[in-house]
């Protein structure tokens, strides 16, 4: 047959084979009837898009046929429509699919044997009928309405969400929040969606929006563009804010809405209190805020005001004999700077320690901890991350936590159980890896600080910045409120170590310096892309493994600076999970399969789950049934359900960005031009300060000399540091 030629094809599904649930791309396996012209084959595979398919349904599709090299000759379709089966043999493997939760195959057989061809009018419309069913019980039979009703309402919403390419596990998503009444809600203010529903964004909601009879300049759709703008602008620029007319051009470029309809639609957000307009000076341009990044500015220079004001709660104490008692101990003299910024912290009720790698700051935070505890004061230590808050256990020698289980999120009341009702307990809080936290989270936890607090706020300045919006270090520096100390000589350095050094030449600007022989710190020149993605491989699986004995899916970590192309984190985890983890029981999302074993990536906060962005943990355990996984984060099993798994990715290899706060024994860095958009000095300055006893580094030099060179930061619009000074 041409394969040009379209033809329609009809029959009974067998089975489905696979089924993608971020595009609805299906594979299906289809008995035809005797009638058909190809009946011979008795069964084709028919591949192609569609959101509900179940076995025993009955199935019509209009395409082409074409032979695959692997799976040879298949129906590709276009469109492919299912219905519910006519014929008893269908019905029965229809309701024996696991469609009806409760219905199994030997009750199906009893089902179908009762009420024949009339079995599913009997569900839709006389299920009390079931009564009839040869040792079937009260109990069950309302578990059975219960599910096949469901079953009616999900299969619409699966309907209308291929209608707008909304995949199942988010169309699963949006019924869990807005219940059965979900497509009419949607319908209502089809933007809500982009508001309320993590992973849909603006241009999935404005395509229903537009379906459903919603004008091009509709007063609803310019009111969400303005706050999906601002969403955008905090999500990927890290700002808090932007003037009006910058605000007002990119909605207009969004949505081609006339900027005075646009205009009107930011003062009525103004006026219902969603959006914020605050003018620097006097006659100058409004700078607009989402009240979710105004407010929590707001409260953090409140707070800091708040606990400057307050006495500490316990006596001052004499810096130079507590300095001079913890050399002692220590068995060793402090450096003048490091002195000094001892000093500067035992003295204030709010410090900043800042600087790179090996220059001390944990030395000072340790010394800080046991001086205060001499003293039996309570000192309380926590870090962004799990594996910030593991580091910082084990260098300083005391527990310290993450700050949101510090916080203690309450599932019952949604919120954090310490608060500023319910304040923590404590007179000294020590936080490390500062550079990593955003304004939201920064706003939560000045507010849960006692007034009494003594704070200690460590990071470095010039790492990559928060993930989240604002710029809190930067700010809390800029505003001069807060005393601050930079350290910038070098202490830790192992004999002929390179990794802090070069660290610090990237800073600033220097060439990197790499010596022959033995090191901790390699280049590897490799201008081919692929060649640089199959020798990323053997370093991880063969090279470092053998040379340093450690263990490639516990200690080393590929680093990269983008997700797409071929030198992305998409493409590297598909190839280093092959290298890895190539077999073993696996369920399937969105195009990734998660196999028993591999080491995945949490996408963002979770607080039901106490899961956070970043962190990272081990699948070790796939129930392929109910398409669930067990990954264990340090040690503690935690359970995503198919309708979770998109929180979820392959962090074999994942980007610089998503790597800080963390620290690994070894990193692969792949630098090449392919990422030259995103080559940045604190972005490579970043990639290397991950690696503990090994970095190596691979690519183009020319690429590693672009990224040294690029010292031009675009700036987060915050206004933090303004508020502390006014306050």
Same mark, same amino acid.
């Given at each position: 047959?041409?394969?040009?030629?379209?033809?329609?094809?009809?029959? *009974?599904?067998?089975?489905?084979?696979?089924?993608?649930? @971020?595009?609805?791309?299906?594979?299906?396996?289809?008995?035809?009837?005797?009638?058909?012209?190809?009946?011979?084959?008795?069964?084709?595979?028919?591949?192609?898009?569609?959101?509900?398919?179940?076995?025993?349904?009955?199935?019509?599709? !209009?395409?082409?046929?074409?032979?695959?090299?692997?799976?040879?000759?298949?129906?590709?379709?276009?469109?492919?429509?299912?219905?519910?089966?006519?014929?008893?043999?269908?019905?029965? #493997?229809?309701?024996?699919?696991?469609?009806?939760?409760?219905?199994?195959?030997?009750?199906?057989?009893?089902?179908?044997?009762?009420?024949?061809? $009339?079995?599913?009018?009997?569900?839709?419309?006389?299920?009390?009928?079931?009564?009839?069913?040869?040792?079937?019980?009260?109990?069950?039979?309302?578990?059975?309405? &219960?599910?096949?009703? @469901? $079953?009616?309402?999900?299969?619409?919403?699966?309907?209308?969400?291929?209608?707008?390419?909304?995949?199942?596990?988010?169309?699963?998503?949006?019924? #869990?929040?807005?219940?059965?009444?979900?497509?009419?809600?949607?319908?209502?203010?089809?933007?809500?969606?982009?508001? %309320?529903?993590?992973?849909?964004? =603006?241009?999935?909601?404005?395509?229903?929006?537009?379906?459903?009879?919603?004008?091009?300049?509709?007063?609803?759709?310019?009111?969400?563009?303005?706050?999906?703008?601002?969403?955008? %602008?905090?999500?990927?620029?890290?700002?808090?804010?932007?003037?009006?007319?910058?605000?007002?051009?990119?909605? $207009?470029?969004? *949505?081609?809405?006339?900027?005075?309809?646009?205009?009107?639609?930011?003062?009525?957000?103004?006026?219902?209190?969603?959006?914020?307009? %605050?003018?620097?000076?006097?006659?100058?341009?409004?700078?607009?805020?989402?009240?979710?990044? +105004?407010?929590?500015?707001?409260?953090?220079?409140?707070?800091?005001?708040?606990?400057?004001?307050?006495?500490?709660?316990?006596?001052?104490?004499?810096?130079?004999?507590?300095?001079?008692?913890?050399?002692?101990?220590?068995?060793?003299?402090?450096?003048?700077?490091?002195?000094?910024?001892?000093?500067?912290?035992?003295?204030?009720?709010?410090?900043?320690?800042?600087?790179?790698?090996?220059?001390?700051?944990?030395?000072?935070?340790?010394?800080?901890?046991?001086?205060?505890?001499?003293?039996?004061?309570?000192?309380?230590?926590?870090?962004?991350?799990?594996?910030?808050?593991?580091?910082?256990?084990?260098?300083?020698?005391?527990?310290?936590?993450?700050?949101?289980?510090?916080?203690?999120?309450?599932?019952?009341?949604?919120?954090?159980?310490?608060? %500023?009702?319910?304040?923590?307990?404590?007179?000294?809080?020590? =936080?490390? !890896?500062?550079?990593?936290?955003?304004?939201?989270?920064?706003?939560?936890?000045?507010?849960?600080?006692?007034?009494?607090?003594?704070?200690? +706020?460590?990071?470095?300045?010039?790492?990559?910045?928060?993930?989240? @919006?604002?710029?809190?270090?930067?700010?809390?520096?800029?505003?001069?409120?807060?005393?601050?100390?930079?350290?910038?000589?070098?202490?830790?350095?192992?004999?002929?170590?390179?990794?802090?050094?070069?660290?610090?030449?990237?800073?600033?600007?220097?060439?990197?310096?790499?010596?022959?022989?033995?090191?901790?710190?390699?280049?590897?020149?490799?201008?081919?892309?692929?060649?640089?993605?199959?020798?990323?491989?053997?370093?991880?699986?063969?090279?470092?493994?053998?040379? =340093?004995?450690?263990?490639?899916?516990?200690?080393?970590?590929?680093?990269?600076?983008? #997700?797409?192309?071929?030198?992305? *984190?998409?493409?590297?985890?598909?190839?280093?999970?092959?290298?890895?983890?190539?077999?073993?029981?696996?369920?399937?999302?969105?195009?990734?399969? =998660? #196999?028993?074993?591999?080491?995945?990536?949490?996408?963002?906060? $979770?607080?039901?789950?106490?899961?956070?962005?970043?962190?990272?943990?081990?699948?070790?355990?796939?129930?392929?049934?109910?398409?669930?996984?067990?990954?264990?984060?340090?040690?503690?099993?935690?359970?995503?359900?198919?309708?979770?798994?998109?929180?979820?990715?392959?962090?074999?290899?994942?980007?610089?960005?998503?790597?800080?706060?963390?620290?690994?024994?070894?990193?692969?860095?792949?630098?090449?031009?392919?990422?030259?958009?995103?080559?940045?000095?604190?972005?490579?300055?970043?990639?290397?300060?991950?690696?503990?006893?090994?970095?190596?580094?691979?690519?183009?030099?020319?690429?590693?000399?672009?990224?040294?060179?690029?010292?031009?930061?675009?700036?987060? &619009?915050?206004?933090?540091?303004?508020?502390?000074? !006014?306050?």
């Amino acid at each position: 047959m041409d394969a040009d030629t379209k033809e329609i094809v009809e029959g *009974t599904i067998k089975s489905v084979v696979y089924r993608n649930e @971020a595009n609805g791309y299906t594979v299906l396996h289809v008995e035809l009837p005797s009638a058909f012209e190809l009946a011979r084959l008795n069964e084709i595979t028919i591949v192609g898009k569609t959101q509900a398919a179940w076995e025993g349904e009955e199935v019509r599709a !209009e395409g082409v046929w074409v032979t695959d090299k692997v799976h040879g000759r298949q129906f590709k379709a276009e469109n492919i429509t299912c219905v519910a089966p006519k014929s008893i043999v269908g019905i029965e #493997r229809y309701l024996a699919s696991g469609l009806i939760k409760g219905i199994g195959k030997v009750l199906a057989r009893r089902i179908v044997e009762t009420f024949g061809e $009339n079995t599913l009018n009997v569900l839709n419309h006389q299920s009390a009928r079931l009564a009839e069913v040869p040792k079937l019980g009260r109990a069950k039979i309302e578990q059975i309405r &219960r599910a096949w009703k @469901a $079953n009616e309402t999900m299969r619409e919403n699966l309907i209308f969400g291929q209608t707008y390419g909304i995949s199942i596990t988010k169309m699963t998503k949006i019924v #869990r929040k807005y219940g059965p009444d979900a497509i009419a809600i949607v319908k209502a203010d089809p933007y809500r969606l982009c508001r %309320e529903i993590w992973g849909i964004g =603006f241009a999935t909601a404005d395509k229903i929006a537009l379906s459903v009879g919603l004008a091009k300049d509709s007063p609803l759709r310019a009111r969400a563009s303005i706050a999906y703008t601002l969403e955008t %602008e905090a999500e990927d620029g890290g700002h808090c804010w932007t003037y009006e007319n910058d605000l007002l051009l990119h909605a $207009n470029e969004l *949505t081609e809405i006339p900027t005075e309809i646009l205009g009107a639609a930011l003062e009525s957000e103004i006026a219902d209190g969603r959006v914020i307009a %605050e003018s620097a000076d006097a006659g100058g341009p409004r700078r607009i805020y989402l009240k979710s990044y +105004w407010w929590p500015e707001k409260k953090v220079a409140a707070h800091v005001q708040r606990i400057l004001r307050t006495d500490a709660s316990f006596p001052a104490i004499a810096a130079d004999r507590a300095i001079a008692w913890w050399e002692k101990g220590a068995g060793f003299s402090l450096a003048n700077e490091q002195s000094t910024a001892l000093a500067r912290c035992l003295g204030a009720k709010f410090s900043i320690i800042t600087g790179g790698p090996g220059v001390g700051k944990t030395t000072i935070i340790r010394a800080l901890v046991e001086i205060y505890g001499a003293r039996k004061l309570k000192v309380v230590l926590a870090a962004p991350t799990g594996r910030a808050a593991k580091r910082m256990t084990e260098s300083v020698g005391a527990d310290a936590k993450t700050i949101h289980r510090l916080l203690k999120w309450n599932p019952v009341t949604n919120k954090f159980t310490f608060d %500023e009702e319910n304040r923590l307990e404590g007179d000294v809080f020590i =936080f490390d !890896e500062t550079s990593m936290i955003d304004i939201k989270l920064a706003a939560e936890l000045f507010a849960a600080l006692p007034d009494a607090a003594t704070v200690v +706020w460590v990071g470095d300045t010039d790492q990559l910045p928060s993930v989240g @919006a604002g710029s809190v270090l930067g700010d809390f520096i800029k505003s001069g409120v807060i005393p601050s100390t930079r350290l910038d000589r070098i202490f830790r350095q192992a004999a002929g170590g390179l990794i802090v050094l070069n660290a610090h030449h990237v800073n600033a600007g220097e060439p990197i310096e790499v010596r022959p022989g033995d090191s901790d710190f390699y280049f590897v020149r490799i201008e081919d892309p692929a060649q640089c993605v199959r020798r990323a491989i053997e370093f991880m699986t063969t090279r470092i493994p053998h040379k =340093f004995g450690l263990d490639p899916l516990q200690d080393v970590q590929v680093l990269t600076p983008m #997700r797409r192309n071929l030198l992305g *984190t998409e493409n590297l985890n598909v190839e280093l999970q092959k290298a890895l983890n190539p077999t073993g029981d696996a369920v399937v999302r969105g195009g990734t399969t =998660f #196999r028993v074993g591999d080491r995945v990536m949490q996408l963002r906060n $979770n607080y039901d789950k106490d899961v956070y962005n970043g962190d990272v943990g081990f699948i070790r355990a796939v129930d392929a049934d109910s398409r669930s996984v067990t990954v264990t984060f340090d040690g503690r099993p935690v359970t995503y359900d198919a309708g979770d798994l998109d929180e979820l990715v392959l962090a074999y290899a994942t980007t610089i960005h998503k790597s800080q706060g963390s620290e690994y024994p070894a990193v692969i860095v792949l630098i090449h031009t392919q990422h030259y958009v995103m080559l940045q000095r604190n972005l490579l300055y970043t990639a290397i300060t991950r690696g503990r006893k090994l970095v190596l580094l691979m690519g183009v030099p020319y690429a590693v000399s672009r990224a040294i060179e690029t010292s031009t930061v675009r700036e987060r &619009r915050t206004s933090l540091a303004e508020r502390l000074r !006014e306050a």
